[in-house]
């Protein structure tokens, strides 16, 4: 079965670190870009940034710049979301998502795992 | 930074046909991408490089592609189709960026 398949919910205190992860199976894990996706309560969708597991070549949307760091460990199909200090303000879920076949496009997410839910609370 | 304007809410009746658009200076140059998404659910795929459709998607969804404006298309709307939906993009930074996102209500 072709799957992404996200760690556990966390709960954090602000200043904390935390890394998350995502394993693919079922498919060429290695040969198509693995994106984090946050969605804050309530609110909208917003790409943090994408990994290409092959050759971890990384990319950055401006606003997670900095604030997060994405990467891969191609040897066990499973990219990773981290944070160096936490934030009340990261409290959201996170997806993971990438694609199973190739669309002919790298924008086409066709695989999402179920979410990892981080609250981030004193 | 870049951004897609999406309509915050559509309501169409069970049936009929929704339309929701997604509008963004880079879209005549880059191709656009549709997910559906359902409370406490992951998104899914619906549109691909502006009109294509993956396997497994329904016929009555459609995309097609004007200008700096795409739409997603919903024909003979269902109840089931009652969902939040996003457009998606390449945005500067060789990443991506999301609509604003549209809620469709079934009345």
């Known amino acids: 079965e072709v799957q992404l398949v996200q760690s556990g919910a966390e709960v954090k205190k602000p200043g904390e670190s935390l890394r998350i992860s995502c394993k693919g199976s079922g498919y060429s894990f290695t040969s198509y870009w693995v994106g984090w996706v946050r969605q804050m309560p309530g609110k909208g969708l917003e790409w943090m940034g994408i990994?290409?597991?092959?050759?971890?070549?990384?990319r950055y949307s401006p606003s997670f710049q900095g604030q997060v760091t994405i990467s891969a460990d191609r040897s066990i199909s499973t990219a990773y979301l981290q944070w160096s200090s936490l934030k009340a303000s990261d409290t959201a879920m996170y997806y993971c998502a990438s694609q199973k076949i190739d669309y002919g496009a790298r924008g086409a997410f066709d695989i999402w795992g179920q979410g990892t839910m981080v609250t981030v609370s004193s | 930074s870049y951004e897609l304007t999406q309509p915050p809410s559509v309501s169409v009746s069970p049936g009929q046909t929704a339309k929701i658009t997604c509008s963004g200076d880079a879209l005549p140059k880059q191709y656009a991408y549709w997910y559906q998404q359902k409370p406490d659910q992951a998104p899914i795929l619906l549109i691909y490089k502006d009109t294509e459709r993956p396997s497994g998607i329904p016929e009555r969804f459609s995309g097609s592609s004007s200008g700096t404006t795409v739409t997603l298309t919903i024909s003979g709307v269902q109840a089931e189709d009652e969902a939040d939906y996003y457009c998606q993009s390449v945005d500067s930074s060789d990443t991506y960026v999301f609509g604003t996102g549209t809620k469709v209500t079934v009345l």
């Open positions: 990994i290409y597991p092959g050759d971890s070549d990384t």
